[in-house]
């Protein structure tokens, strides 16, 4: 696991993932926790751990080579962060309960319990995701950026103004909700929470598709400190696969940026989407390795 090409492997996912976040707005955990666990042979829950330490670095790097770009909206994300800990916290344990099961017996065969339970969920989540975003990336590019957030139909008081396309007033506690289940997402499947910050942010809170991206990264990035400290005290990071994986990470993050300022918004969704396909069949390859191989 730590042998030089190990290192060199970690060294290119880093690059790869550095781009992605500084193009999407997102941590990138939901490339690096299978690509760990596929390529490099790492537990699923050292994966999840190691990739909060690279979402975290990457991030922050990603938000310095962004700050002359679209102003994140600051608000939404304080407001998302009071549920984010909680969530993290949640999804970390019911990790390490997965992990405490040890390996279940399926097909004559040992398998683990957090692998398999971390990759059966990873599965319809990003499918789930890559539908929507599929069905929206086509629109005309002219109304890409027109979108009403459907958290406005939830009617729970009390409400804020988040400056969102209209109707700009928000229930607090739906947005604070959506924070929770994004930090257990993150703390479950050390996703950072990115993949699925970007589409709710853009369909459900009603942000443009580049204020959506950097909203996210600072989303990610918080989010990101929590689980960092969470999956360290858990023994889940492996800090010999993380050098790499942050070099990778800042010089990809450069050339993410160079490359979003060449893109369009309906351009930046058709791109996640093909993103998301691609770690689809990456879990689907490990899921199908696990069950049948």
């Known amino acids: 696991m730590n042998s030089p090409l190990a290192l060199l492997t970690s060294l ?28 490099l042979g790492v537990p699923m829950p050292t994966a999840v751990g190691t990739s909060s330490v690279q979402i975290l670095g990457v991030s922050a790097g990603s938000l310095y080579e962004r700050r002359r770009s679209a102003p994140p909206a600051l608000k939404i994300a304080l407001v998302m962060l009071g549920g984010n800990y909680a969530g993290v ?16 017996t ?12 971390v990759l059966l969920i990873y599965v319809p989540l990003l499918v789930g995701i890559a539908v929507l975003m599929r069905r929206e990336a086509h629109r005309a590019p002219e109304q890409a950026d027109i979108t009403t957030g459907y958290l406005a139909k939830i009617r729970i008081p009390p409400y804020s103004d988040f400056g969102t396309h209209a109707p700009n007033r928000l229930s607090i506690p739906a947005v604070t909700l959506l924070g929770l289940a994004i930090g257990f997402l993150t703390g479950l499947l050390g996703i950072g929470g990115g993949v699925i910050l970007f589409p709710a942010l853009v369909y459900l809170v009603g942000l443009p598709t580049r204020q959506a991206s950097s909203t996210s990264l600072v989303i990610v990035l918080f989010t990101a400190i929590i689980a960092v400290v969470t999956h360290t005290l858990a023994d889940h990071v492996n800090l010999i ?19 979003l300022a060449k893109m369009n918004a309906a351009q930046i969704r058709q791109g996640f989407v093909y993103v998301l396909i691609l770690a689809i069949l990456i879990v689907l390859y490990q899921l199908v390795t696990v069950l049948f191989i």
């Not at 790869?16 to 596929?38: D, R």
């Not at 399926?106 to 339970?117: F, I, K, W, Y």
């Open 12 to 39: 290119a996912i880093g690059l790869v993932v550095g781009t992605l976040t500084a193009i999407f707005g997102v941590g990138g955990g939901f490339l690096i926790t299978p690509l760990l666990h596929v390529i």
């Open 89 to 104: 916290q949640l999804g970390a344990r019911l990790l390490g309960y997965l992990e405490s099961l040890g390996q279940l």
């Open 106 to 117: 399926l097909n004559n065969r040992p398998v683990s319990a957090a692998d398999l339970g």
């Open 241 to 259: 696969l993380v050098i790499p994986l942050l070099v990778g990470g800042s010089l990809g993050t450069r050339l993410g940026v160079d490359i």
